[in-house]
């Protein structure tokens, strides 16, 4: 979900002959490893994030679902704000996100579902643009794909597993090759955030 949140600064060797489905090692930090392929759908990569959490699975929703914070940990986040809530686990949100100058900022209307599964004590969390749900707005470039995915597992008691996945094209006339040079920076710093503030409920 947030990932959704990371856009476009996480895409890495857009133009790359690797086939669709083999993920290839980027970057490691902190536990946090970041992997890149080819996309099916997009000239961007996609991209993907494996780390290990101090907590519980609870405990991570509580902040996937305060969708409001998300500025606070979600990087280059502008704004988010809560636009339609369908049920705790089912909502649609509206983001911007800062890009540098000579940039546009973008934006996005997002739907996100959250699958859980109590016997298993994981979740899932899918986050995908929904189009035309409201006018673009002036100097705002509308994201015409972004799916971001969550699936979090239990490892422990006091430990929680995330994978998380990203197709994204973030819309636009900026080349792929100038966002790849930022390719791990976005996921990197936001897992990293992300990192803290789970420790931080754990101490």
């Known amino acids: 979900m947030k990932a959704f949140i990371i856009l476009f600064f996480v895409l ?10 083999i993920w290839v090692f980027t970057k490691e930090q902190d536990g946090i490893k970041i992997y890149s392929r080819k996309s099916v759908h997009s000239k961007f990569d996609d991209i993907k994030v494996e780390t290990d959490f101090p907590g519980k699975i609870s ?15 979600a990087y280059a986040m502008k704004t988010c704000v809560l636009v339609k809530k369908i049920n705790n686990n089912d909502f649609i949100y509206y983001s911007e996100i800062d890009v540098p100058w000579p940039s546009a900022n973008r934006d996005m209307y997002a739907h996100c579902k959250i699958t ?12 995908e643009t929904i189009k035309d749900y409201a006018p673009e707005k002036k100097d705002i470039i509308r994201i015409p794909l972004s799916t971001a995915t969550w699936n979090v597992t239990t490892v ?11 197709e994204l094209d973030p819309g636009g006339t900026v080349p792929a090759w100038m966002l790849n040079l930022f390719s791990t920076k976005g996921p990197m710093e936001t897992f990293v ?3 803290k503030k789970m420790r931080s409920m754990n101490q």
Do not use: M
């Not at 405990?59 to 940990?73: A, E, F, N, R």
């Not at 016997?119 to 899932?124: E, L, M, N, R, W």
């Open 12 to 21: 890495p060797f857009a133009f790359s002959s690797r086939s669709p489905g």
């Open 156 to 166: 422990s008691d006091k430990k929680i597993h995330i994978e998380y996945t990203l």
């Open 59 to 73: 405990q991570l929703l509580s902040i996937l679902t305060d969708v409001g914070k998300y500025p606070q940990w």
């Open 116 to 127: 859980l599964n109590h016997d298993a004590h994981s979740f899932k969390v899918i986050a």
């Open 193 to 195: 955030n992300l990192k």
